[in-house]
């Protein structure tokens, strides 16, 4: 499993609820989009870029998103959720997760986000402020 995590710049841990399955008896696909969700703001908390929203007005906002399922999950099972960013460009960056089961050391689904930056205040895309790309390209290594 550490050859997997070693990829990703982000990660965090969660159990999988028994709430979370579904009448198939496995975690539902919409929970997987939550769990991006999550590595996604501990990636976005991580940089700043929320606190640079609440300052400026001009933040993230999720454009799209996908998931590949790859084995299921099901209580009870705890999962590890990377995220990183692997590419970037003027206004918008695209986010890897990964979804790995402990129980089973494998990769239970694969995903991206595309994540624009955005102007809340002017309701329109800007460019990555310099700062944020900057803080991307140094935790990325890129």
């Given amino acids: 499993m550490q050859e997997i995590l070693k990829h990703y710049s982000v990660t965090i841990e969660t159990p999988v609820a028994w709430g979370e399955m579904d009448a198939f008896q496995h975690v539902n696909n919409i929970v997987y989009f939550r ?11 991580k940089i700043g870029y929320l606190e640079f929203m609440e300052k400026t007005g001009r933040g993230p906002i999720l454009s799209a998103t ?3 399922f790859k084995i299921p999950l099901a209580y009870p099972d705890k ?25 089973h050391q494998k990769i239970a689904a694969e995903g991206e986000g595309l994540i624009v930056s955005y102007d809340y205040r002017g309701a329109k895309k800007v460019p990555i402020p310099k700062e944020i790309r900057q803080r991307i390209l140094d935790l990325e290594g890129l």
Avoid: H, N, P, W
């Fill in 66 to 68: 996908k998931s590949k």
């Fill in 35 to 45: 769990y991006f969700e999550s590595v996604r703001i501990a990636y976005l908390e």
């Fill in 79 to 103: 999962v590890t959720i990377c995220g990183k960013v692997s590419s970037i460009e003027l206004d918008r960056f695209v986010m890897d997760y990964c979804v790995v089961s402990q129980k």
